[in-house]
């Protein structure tokens, strides 16, 4: 399995493989390193966070935010302009082919996992299927946690 995080020391994007024989998790740019439970990663899937050991992660669709917002340009800057020179039909069917577009790549993008606290991504997992999706809940929750954590470590009571 594919895997993407940022270190806590350095907060430096890394990038590695992982799989049952990984032992350790390490920074390719400083030298952080975390053991890795044993039973964290089994047949190559995980249904926890390996670089903070959060049990909560969710599953998302793999597309680039990028080619996204291009989509959703391209077809608003169209549609305006054929709606502008008052050709109503061209506008909608715009909209309606871009609209197909992005169904199509929702249809064929794989999954990604996702970890609620630190946001490391896990591709190829083998076990995609019992994650959840996302959940605003639990979300806002470690949000909340975020906060109270940077905050409490700001104050000067706490120093």
């Not at 599953?59 to 800057?77: C, N, Y």
Request: glycine residues 4%.
């Amino acid at each position: 399995m594919h895997m993407a995080f940022l270190c806590p020391v350095c907060e430096q994007q890394t990038q590695c493989e992982c799989n049952d024989g990984t032992e350790v998790l390490n920074c390719d740019h400083c030298d952080w390193s975390r053991a890795i439970p044993e039973q964290t990663i089994q047949n190559g899937a995980t249904h926890s966070c390996v670089a903070c050991g959060c049990e909560d992660i969710w599953k998302q669709r793999d597309f680039p935010q990028w080619l996204g917002i291009t989509i959703v340009a391209i077809a608003a800057t169209l549609s305006t302009i054929a709606w502008a020179m008052y050709e109503n039909i061209w506008a909608l069917g715009i909209l309606m082919v871009f609209g197909l577009l992005d169904y199509v790549f929702y249809a064929i993008m794989p999954d990604v996992l996702v970890c609620y606290r630190c946001r490391a991504r896990y591709r190829q997992s083998t076990d995609e299927q019992s994650i959840p999706k996302f959940d605003h809940e639990t979300a806002e929750r470690y949000h909340q946690e975020e906060i109270r954590l940077g905050n409490s470590a700001k104050s000067p009571s706490s120093q």
